[in-house]
């Protein structure tokens, strides 16, 4: 597979909606493996191309290709910022996204519960867990369906510290080798931790692409400037 | 005034000698109801999931007919069940006019689109919570329908007792499609109609302190259930 395969390419993306543009046309080539960030100020169009990736929305004119087809859901799980939890145990919260259980999978339900932290609560009903437990739950559950792409939107917006740390250290340390992870976040600082690529968007449109140490380092958009220096949020 | 405690007090004389034509009253009315609530339950919350999960083209159109529905008129529908199975009319052959059968279709015409709209509303919105995330993982219809349904199970609790209310009260339909007849299509309501009418009032009142007590038991056991759920889960429903 060459390099150009391993791509993802965005060609002429756009998205509206009652007459509004959300997502102006878009072209992009990203990396097909590693963490790219989509950042960004709060309304900038973050969410919206996430969705576009994921195939949760239907783009108005454009196409995504991954890997030299198109990009389809069966490739991609998806974490929204508001975990969606069922009314059920932990690991059955777990086991409800696969087609077939089996025991194989089982036990790599309780692995991964276990590397987020929630071994000893597998039995529990997953409603009681707290807002970063049920997101850790919410990445265990997208890890199992083994996505070859991961989409995170903004993920650890509201939980407590600990969480947002443990989740960062999973992704970097567990996922970040093994398949490619798209992070929604409108935090810089974890930008940096986190990002291999950044994909800046403003007001609708893609205004900068560039890996994470040249837009950190030397932005070269104003809006960028701004937003890294915490004029715009 | 002397009449209403005299009666009262001969009904609770009827109630705590387990009189048999009361009792032979109160487990017919309990079997329609079950069977009535069952069948309603059965085929109304797959299909309220099914349509506050669904998009299709005349959806608006299905779910406006089914709420309209749920104010059908008691004796329209025992006046329309009765020329269905009349003996001259389309399913007049089966001879289940004046059965507890007919009674039990009767009550499942009126409590069907209760069971349906209300499932409908429950899940529609937690449609709107799960539907991305189902969408996202693929999951089958199927899947998501049941679990849409088990998920809402504390809340469907609610639906089903509202079935029940309507079951166990009903009298304008089964009337008109039981006939009434003594120890085959007396039911608590038909009773209490007629033995008001007759100015039995003992056995009316009995009847009617029976009805009364049951949708309190009822009503009280569904919120038990629910408080204890809450109280384990932490769910804020």
Redesign the interface.
């Known amino acids: 597979m060459t390099s150009e395969d391993t791509q993802i390419s965005i060609n002429d993306l756009s998205f509206d909606i009652e007459g509004k543009t959300l997502l102006h046309n878009t072209n992009l080539s990203l990396n097909g493996d590693g963490i790219t960030v989509f950042l960004g100020a709060n309304g900038a169009g973050k969410t919206i191309f996430l969705k576009l990736l994921t195939g949760l929305l239907t783009p108005c004119s454009g196409s995504i290709t991954f890997q030299g087809g198109s990009l389809s859901v069966k490739t991609c799980a998806f974490v929204s910022q508001e975990p969606v939890i069922l009314r059920r145990t932990v690991l059955k919260n777990m086991l409800f996204v696969l087609e077939k259980i089996t025991s194989e999978k089982s036990t790599l339900a309780k692995e991964l519960l276990s590397l987020m932290g929630l071994d000893k609560k597998e039995h529990q009903n997953a409603i009681t867990l707290s807002a970063g437990e049920k997101q850790r739950l919410c990445l265990a559950r997208a890890i199992i369906t083994n996505p070859e792409i991961l989409l995170l939107d903004e993920p650890t917006a509201n939980i407590e510290p600990n969480s947002t740390t443990l989740i960062e250290k999973y992704l970097i340390q567990k996922v970040r080798s093994s398949r490619k992870i798209f992070f929604v976040t409108h935090d810089i600082n974890q930008a940096r931790r986190l990002a291999d690529e950044i994909v800046f968007i403003h007001t609708g449109r893609v205004i900068e692409h560039s890996s994470a140490e040249n837009f950190f380092e030397n932005p070269k958009t104003r809006e960028a400037r701004n937003y890294i220096s915490g004029k715009i949020n | 005034m002397n009449d209403i405690s005299e009666a009262f007090v001969s009904s609770l004389g009827l109630i705590l000698f387990l009189d048999a034509e009361l009792l032979e009253i109160i487990l017919l009315s309990f079997r329609i109801t079950f069977y009535a609530v069952l069948i309603s339950s059965i085929l109304g919350i797959p299909l309220g999931a099914f349509l506050a999960s669904t998009h299709f083209k005349f959806r608006n159109t299905v779910v406006s007919i089914l709420f309209g529905m749920m104010g059908l008129p008691p004796v329209v529908v025992g006046l329309f069940v009765y020329l269905l199975f009349s003996r001259s009319g389309s399913l007049g052959w089966m001879g289940l006019l004046y059965s507890p059968t007919v009674m039990i279709i009767a009550q499942v015409i009126l409590i069907l689109p209760i069971v349906c709209c209300l499932t409908f509303q429950i899940i529609e919105s937690l449609h709107t ?2 539907h ?2 189902f ?5 089958a219809k199927l899947k998501s329908v049941i ?1 849409y349904i ?2 809402s199970r504390f809340e469907l609790t609610t639906v089903v007792l509202a079935g029940i209310g309507r079951s166990i009260s009903e009298v304008g339909a089964i009337i008109i499609v039981g006939g009434n007849i003594d120890h085959v299509t007396r039911v608590m309501t038909t009773a209490i109609a007629l033995e008001t009418s007759k100015g039995n009032l003992d056995l009316a009142l009995g009847l009617g302190i029976i009805l009364l007590t049951t949708a309190i038991v009822l009503n009280g056991f569904i919120l038990f259930l629910r408080g204890k759920y809450l109280k ?4 804020t429903i």
């Open positions: 919570r799960y991305e995330f969408r996202s993982y693929r999951i679990a088990v998920d384990t889960s932490g769910s």
